[in-house]
């Protein structure tokens, strides 16, 4: 782990630039790939003490609320990262507006100077995404084909494109409550690897799918546990507050359970109200992300595990992320 106190490369070339990035500044920073290696590194980081995370903060208003989570970078650029996000699920129906908006503060570690303030929308969806994905390659069956998305917004979007990544899945069936949505999406996607689909009805099509991702702002179960087949690997990313619920406790009972915070997900996560119906103890989680990425826990052994990521978002992921679009953009002068 480099100390605090080390020299960043931008202090050794004098460069003291603050930037303003909007997420098609960002878009344009990084691809695909950047954000499987960042998700990777912010995995990593973590499991070896080198990105340090504060307890989240949520601020409720009427339709929605704030999120503040912040992190100490402590690899090769020390750093601290502060992400305030306005999460308002109805926007985009009654405002045209997108659920997530935000800001994320990126500082130089060694004297507080404020480096960079970015949209923190594209990152927030694409970091998610990048963890899910990861989670996908090691967790899902080798031999799984068929997925299926539930939510079909920006987050499903961010995620579609990233579990294409990693999975050679060869079809894709797509559910949104607004199917116009899952329509839209399907054109959208129509021409890469897998054959998207339109899919009406999710709990009857769930069985037969190797993959499932849920990224919705649901306070209502998406998934029962009549709806999961053995071997399933689910993805469930959308409970990132303790009203929000996507997993019915029976069915998170009978999977092995991932958590991208153990901490985060026993208040605000699917595990919350696991623990809340008593039919899982925090104890019963195998692990988090993190330690399947170090190697210090098992990934999959069996064709019929069943096995569940649940995801509230780590602070982590934001601080990698946002150093590598920073040394990025110095270096393309953006």
Known sequence: MNAVGSISPERERGSRRRLYLRNDDIRALMSDDDWLEAAEDGLGAAAAGDA?????????????????????????????????????????RRRGLPTIQGVILLLDALDGTLLAIMDSQEITARRTAAAAALAARRLARPDARRALLIGCGEQGRACLALLLRVLPLTQVLLHDRDMTAAERLAEEAHGRQARMIPCAQPAAAAPSCGVILTCTTSADYVLGDKDVGPGTFIAAIGADHPHKREIHPRLYARCKAVCDSLAQCAVMGDLHHALEAGVVRAGDVHGELAEIVAGRKAGRRTAQETWLYDSTGVAALDAAAAVRIYRRALERNR
């Open 52 to 92: 340090l995370t504060a307890a989240p903060v949520h601020i409720p208003v009427e339709g929605g609320g704030i999120h503040v989570k912040s992190a100490a970078w402590l690899r090769e650029m020390p750093a601290v990262t502060v992400k305030i996000n306005a999460n308002f699920p109805d926007n985009p």
